[in-house]
């Protein structure tokens, strides 16, 4: 009896982590979580990052941690995050952007604490972004923490895209959900901003998110961004490790 017990438990268990571990097969191209925020208080928030400083040089629109990051870690046969996903202060996103159409300002920063180094540098050439989870201390006791705190599961990287009118993201792919998931809070936008997203089987889906909605994107299909509005398009993206949000 007690062996059918422990078994069924094991069981429940199992199944729970398979549902927050979902792959890109699992999940919808888009969904739409039942959360909403005041994006004036996060925007009010969002200028206390204007302070960051990497020795003495504004670090504004930082993206990654630039000196004090993965790369530092790993050694020097692995590139630092800021120049495996995006190239100088002002990035040209790697899967295809309109060069200076598009900055992110990172919310989260690098945390060694979450490194195990020598695993780090044994896979060196693939930098990890589930590290860059530890807040800027600027933010801290902030409505923009709480607005983190409300997603159940354990967050890492998150951070605040910018683009610019005219701007374009090239379809690609980033990685698969059970890597982790991705949320985009739309900040500021207009009605020519928009996503598309394909899975596998060619089924394609257009979608608009409005201010102050909380957008799940499945990342692990292709999918592409645009702006072809006459202002910019901010959203704050929200990077899990597991998939509780996707059910609640």
């Known amino acids: 009896m007690c062996v059918r017990t422990r078994s069924a438990k094991l069981l429940a268990i199992q199944s729970e982590y398979q549902i927050m571990r979902q792959r890109r097969e699992e999940l919808p191209l888009f969904k739409k979580l039942p959360y909403t925020f005041d994006t004036e208080k996060i925007l009010q928030d969002f200028e206390l990052l204007e302070d960051t400083t990497v020795d003495g040089k504004s670090v504004f629109f930082d993206d990654l941690t630039i000196k004090g990051g993965y790369g530092d870690v790993v050694g020097s046969k692995a590139p630092t995050l800021e120049r495996a996903f995006s190239i100088g202060q002002y990035t040209e996103y790697i899967a295809g952007m309109t060069k200076g159409h ?55 990287r998150c951070r605040i895209a910018i683009m610019h009118p005219g701007g374009s993201i090239k379809p690609h792919i980033d990685y698969n959900t059970d890597y982790a998931v991705r949320y985009h809070i739309p900040l500021k936008t207009n009605s020519e901003c928009g996503f598309k997203n394909t899975d596998k089987q060619g089924n394609s889906k257009e979608c608009f998110m409005d201010i102050g909605e ?33 059910h609640v």
């Open 102 to 156: 598009y900055k992110q300002v990172g919310v989260t920063e690098f945390n060694k604490d979450s490194v195990d180094i020598d695993y780090a540098k044994k896979i060196g050439s693939r930098p990890d972004e589930r590290h860059y989870n530890k807040l800027k201390p600027q933010l801290s006791g902030t409505y923009l923490e709480s607005v983190l705190n409300t997603f159940i599961a354990e967050k890492s």
């Open 214 to 246: 909380c957008w799940f994107l499945n990342q692990g299909f292709k999918h592409s961004a645009w702006n072809n509005g006459d202002t910019e398009r901010w959203h704050l993206i929200v990077s899990c490790l597991t998939q509780e949000d996707l």
